[in-house]
């Protein structure tokens, strides 16, 4: 197989210097503001969430910018239900009020639309207003473009440019490790009380 016939064939606008149209739209998911230096290895929050973000960076530079698009959502959508996992597991639910005790009951929050999961988050304060913002951006995307066939592809790359970067910065804040003081990782609670349940790291983990 000729590789730059392959490049070509995979890149769906399909230009002559496929290669450079590829690194130019990389180079654009890939500014410092874009970048998660590092992740807890626990294979849930890899399979389901981080590589997936991965695979739509890797859409939109092929020019697949409906499945960057359809990506995103999927991440969007297991995020904020990770988030109802951890808040399952990690508060007393009997203390919530009957409709949001409802929500958690047989993991109904599972089946619930997206739009709902995020109102109910931000109501209990499970997320803050810029995480709701970034996954109601992901979210009107991808039901514009996945459910209306009159929707026009006219803004595509830059609405699947901006559902990239919305899905990206609700990752971070939930998975991301930064680094504290002195250049050390730091784990937030959430992510500590998770892997502690997992059995993933103990309380006794630096």
Excluded at 40 to 57: C, D, G, M, R, Y
Excluded at 80 to 108: G, H, T
Excluded at 113 to 122: D, M, N, V
Excluded at 129 to 151: I, M
Aim: with cysteine.
């Amino acid at each position: 197989i000729d590789p730059a016939m392959l490049v070509r064939d995979l890149c769906r606008d399909s230009p002559t210097d496929a290669l450079e149209a590829i690194k130019k739209r990389y180079l654009k998911l890939s500014t410092q503001d874009l970048d998660i230096f590092i992740v807890p290895a626990e294979s849930l929050i890899l399979e389901k969430i981080v590589w997936p973000l991965k695979s739509a960076k890797e859409a939109f530079c092929l020019a697949d910018f409906i499945g960057c698009v359809a990506l995103c959502g999927m991440v969007c959508e297991m995020a904020i239900v990770f988030i109802y996992d951890l808040a399952a597991s990690l508060w007393d639910i009997s203390y919530l009020d009957a409709k949001y005790q409802e929500i958690f009951a047989d993991r109904k929050y599972e089946r619930l639309g997206q739009e709902r999961r995020i109102k109910t988050l931000r109501e209990l304060g499970a997320i803050t207003d810029e995480v709701a913002a970034d996954a109601n951006t992901v979210r009107r995307v991808r039901r514009e473009y996945l459910h209306f066939l009159s929707k026009g592809y006219d803004r595509l790359e830059e609405d699947a440019c901006e559902a990239y970067i919305a899905a990206f910065r609700v990752i971070r804040s939930l998975v991301a490790l930064p680094f504290g003081e002195q250049g050390k990782l730091t784990m937030p609670a959430h992510l500590k009380s998770y892997l502690e349940l997992k059995g993933v790291s103990s309380p006794n983990n630096a």
